[in-house]
């Protein structure tokens, strides 16, 4: 395990004491983050704990009442969304959105549209917008896809309906990629099949999530920070935090609420 020294070194995703206010109510309430570079990490926490409010924060979708956020050393708070996509951290559903009535292979092409600045593909040709149909079918191999790239994308099953949110957002090439309870709603199959493909995209890149399915938390994550009542509360690997005194009483009091 990295010292703190070592972490901070490598952080790509530094925050500090983040803080969002809802009039006199705290959200997220001095939370400090150092995320390093490839590393798989989670943000757990009961219902309410803050969780998809720091997301929120991290990727501009709401501004900081307090607070900085660095990527790269590169201060991002207070950017746009797209601005803060640009520059590498992306969060899946945010960027991403999948047309129901198109193909598998069509939704992967207008992601990659997505990604060149002032284009107007949409107005092309045919034949010019099929240019993007190697890196489209690339990505959808990569994330075992390929079978489905002539199906009509509302007509996917749920689990694969997800990967394919994944793979329109791996379009943008990010650095840093925030997945929102990737395996929600899922049966164990899905499950298993989502955490497969998170392992296999965090290979090069950073991954945070969030993510309430613990054993999931525990099979893929480096590290684990826990939130509760906008606080961080514990932070380090699965083990070390699930055998904290504070995250028992966290989950427990919730369970019995």
């Known amino acids: 395990m990295k ?9 790509v995703l530094e925050v500090r004491g983040i803080t969002k206010r809802f009039g006199a109510f ?15 990490h989670a943000l757990i926490g009961p219902n309410g704990a803050g969780k998809t409010t720091c997301f929120n924060l991290l990727t501009g979708n709401l501004s900081l009442t307090a607070g900085e956020i660095r990527l790269r050393g590169e201060v991002i708070s207070g950017l746009p969304m797209d ?20 193909t598998v292979l069509e939704n992967l092409r207008f992601a990659l549209q997505r990604k060149r600045r002032g284009n ?20 959808l191999e990569q994330l075992g896809l390929a079978e489905w790239a002539g199906t009509r994308a509302g007509d996917l099953p749920y689990g694969r309906k997800r ?47 969030v993510e309430h399915n613990l054993p999931v938390v ?3 994550c480096d590290n684990v920070t826990v939130l ?3 606080q961080v509360i514990a932070r380090g690997t699965y083990s070390e935090v699930s055998a ?14």
């Not at 309430?29 to 590393?39: N, S």
């Not at 904290?244 to 609420?257: F, K, N, P, S």
């Open 218 to 220: 525990e099979g893929l």
């Open 163 to 209: 990967a394919l949110e994944i793979a329109t957002t791996l379009a943008l090439d990010p650095q840093v990629l925030l997945l929102d309870e990737p395996t929600s709603g899922m049966g164990r199959e899905d499950i298993g099949r989502v955490a497969d493909l998170i392992r296999k995209i965090a290979r090069g890149r950073t991954v945070i999530m």
């Open 26 to 40: 705290r959200a997220v309430d001095g939370v400090d983050l150092d995320i390093a570079e490839g590393e798989i």
């Open 244 to 257: 904290d005194a504070r995250v028992v009483e966290a989950y427990l009091g919730t369970a019995h609420a």
């Open 228 to 230: 509760a009542r906008g």
């Open 120 to 139: 107007f593909d949409f107005w092309r040709s045919e034949r010019h917008l099929h240019t993007l149909d190697g890196r489209a079918l690339e990505l």
């Open 83 to 102: 601005a803060i996509a640009r520059r590498g951290l992306v969060r899946s559903y945010q960027i991403s959105s999948i047309f129901p009535d198109f």
């Open 3 to 11: 010292t703190g020294e070592e972490r901070l070194k490598d952080a």
